[in-house]
């Protein structure tokens, strides 16, 4: 079975975390739908380094943080029979950072919490984002040392 990842780059502006989104080309699966990072997991790599590859394929860029969010994006999908669990990452992105894309997405756009309903339509990216949103603004809890993955 295929492993997938998902990864949700952020920004911090004033306390506040804004989330970049894509819009997936118009040949490709998911076509004009608005979306975060994702991707397959290749043979030999750990899921989190998928992640990572992802995030700089698709952005061309390098998280000033990242770590494991503690909750994964799971569904069913008909067309295999398959339930899927997918492991989700945050990658924390510098604030002037230059957002290169790749032929996957046709625009990006940086959205508040509070503006992803317009534009999210999976209901578990959308948790993910909000769950995301409140680790970040201290909601319930911090980032917690286990979740952090070092990067070099």
Request: zero cysteines; a negative charge; charged letters at 30%.
């Amino acid at each position: 079975m295929k492993k997938l990842i998902d990864v949700y780059p952020y920004r911090m502006q004033d306390g506040q975390p804004h989330f970049l989104i894509f819009k997936r080309s118009s040949e490709k699966i998911y076509a004009g739908q608005w979306r975060m990072v994702g991707g397959k997991v290749e043979e030999g790599e750990q899921s989190w380094e998928a992640a990572l590859r992802e995030l700089k394929e698709e952005t061309g860029l390098k998280p000033v943080k990242f770590w494991a969010i503690p909750s994964i994006n799971q569904f069913y999908e008909a067309k295999t029979d398959a339930i899927l669990s997918i492991p989700a990452f945050a990658a924390e992105l510098d604030n002037d950072s230059d957002i290169q894309l790749d032929e996957e997405h046709s625009e990006f756009k940086w959205v508040s919490i509070d503006g992803i309903q317009p534009y999210i339509s999976w209901p578990e990216q959308r948790r993910l984002m909000q769950l995301t949103y409140d680790i970040l603004t201290h909601q319930f809890l911090d980032i917690l040392p286990e979740w952090i993955i070092e990067i070099s």
